[in-house]
């Protein structure tokens, strides 16, 4: 198994973004951030202003699979 890094969850994050403004969700403005805390447990998934946690806390591998499925969710994603 290979390391989960920055780059690649933010690479997804950046995916879940751009299909969210490009008219899949026309009235949704908001924008999705990542945030790493490993002494509260890893990866979260936050609104723009950090004021919502869309998925609490999960470790680099689980947070990243959830951010594939979000996308396959979308239909913008098939490299699993």
């Known amino acids: 198994m290979n390391r989960v890094t920055k780059k690649e969850l933010q690479e997804l994050t950046d995916m879940l973004n751009e299909n ?20 509260y447990g890893g990866w979260s998934l936050n609104n723009n202003n ?11 591998r689980e947070f990243k699979r959830v ?6 969710a979308f239909g913008t994603y098939y490299n699993i």
């Open 20 to 39: 969210i403004l490009k008219g899949n969700h026309p009235h949704e403005t908001t924008m999705y951030s990542i945030n790493n805390a490993p002494c």
């Open 50 to 60: 950090d004021s919502k946690t869309i998925v609490r806390r999960l470790p680099p």
């Open 67 to 72: 951010l594939q499925g979000m996308l396959i």
